[in-house]
């Protein structure tokens, strides 16, 4: 059975860090593109950031940059969201998602995980 599972979300005070799993199984994550969306409450999914099967990142959304990295270890079959200098806006369910590119609607998705980044 082909599914994602994340872990590691909860409630941080902004300016923290926090680290996010995504764990694969019933496929092998290093062949496939991982992305990590987004949707806070009262707004549509966005996209973040996504990690081709090449190892090379593009971000969906530039509030991101330089405070959130993506990455995967492939002994693990897990891949891994970084989030640094968290803001409030960050608040959202964050979901893993899987497919053979980088893309919007990718084909596997996560069940999704809260971070609330809150004072």
């Known amino acids: 059975q082909v599914q994602l599972v994340e872990s590691g979300g909860g409630l941080v005070q902004p300016g923290v860090s926090m680290i996010l799993s995504c764990a694969a199984s019933g496929f092998t994550l290093d062949y496939y593109a991982i992305g990590w969306f987004r949707q806070a409450p009262g707004k549509e999914r966005e996209g973040v950031l996504c990690?081709?099967?090449?190892?090379?990142?593009?971000y969906y959304t530039d509030s991101v940059k330089g405070r959130f990295t993506i990455s995967r270890d492939n002994t693990k079959n897990t891949a891994y969201l970084q989030m640094n200098s968290l803001k409030p806006e960050d608040t959202a369910v964050y979901y893993c998602?899987?497919?053979?590119?980088?893309?919007?609607?990718?084909?596997?998705w996560g069940q999704g995980t809260q971070v609330t980044v809150s004072s």
């Open positions: 998602a899987a497919d053979r590119i980088c893309n919007w609607s990718p084909t596997t």
């Open positions: 990690l081709s099967s090449s190892d090379r990142t593009t």
